[in-house]
């Protein structure tokens, strides 16, 4: 699931529209890795963990496409306002993902899933040089190396302790909750995975 193909490059004229917005400068970021694009967030914005209402609402973006709702983003967004809104928070930390590229499956049910790039090995090989470049080329925007968090406690984290034991992209990785498994799982916990994610921010301040 590429985003920025088809459409008639109106996710590419949309995702443009947010970038000059929030990162028409040049202060380093810490990059926030997620695991790779949602179906409605990314994959119709162009932007990590942003669906259209946040997109519009909290970036002031308008899009005039479908409008999609993604769980995920309403934490991200929640969080992004206790941090001290989008401006404050985007001139500090970029969020992207391990794999730029989204996956889907069908399920047994016939509906179709999003499917992430480490839930099968002969997947996760056959992208892996591709992630390694695309981390490479992130951090050779100037982003800030001392630092990285990692959206994903679980396969996610393991994955990317790995990589940089392997290649030494980072100082040190903090892993968060991913916000899908704090929205499915942990809702009513939700202020409390808030506050963890800004305690952990606070480190690097």
Known sequence: MNPFRGNDGYILEVSSAFYRKFYSDNRPRRLILGINPGRFGAGFTGVPFTDTKRLTADC????????????????????????GGTES????????SVCPLGFTHTGANGREKNYNYYDRPDL???VYDFM??????????????DTCFCLGTGRN??????????????????ALEH???????????????IEKYLQAFRQVF
């Open 89 to 96: 928070f985007y001139s500090q930390f970029y969020i992207t």
């Open 60 to 83: 002031g973006i308008p899009y005039a496409g479908r409008q999609t709702h993604e769980p995920s983003s309403v934490f991200v967004y929640d969080m992004i306002k206790a941090f």
């Open 132 to 145: 390694v470049e695309n981390i490479r080329s992130q951090i050779a925007t100037g982003v800030s190396t």
């Open 179 to 193: 916000p899908r498994f704090v929205m499915q799982y942990r809702a009513k916990l939700m202020n409390q995975y």
């Open 124 to 126: 996760t090989a056959a």
């Open 157 to 174: 984290e393991k994955f990317l302790l790995a990589l940089n034991h392997r290649f030494n992209f980072f100082g040190r990785i903090i």
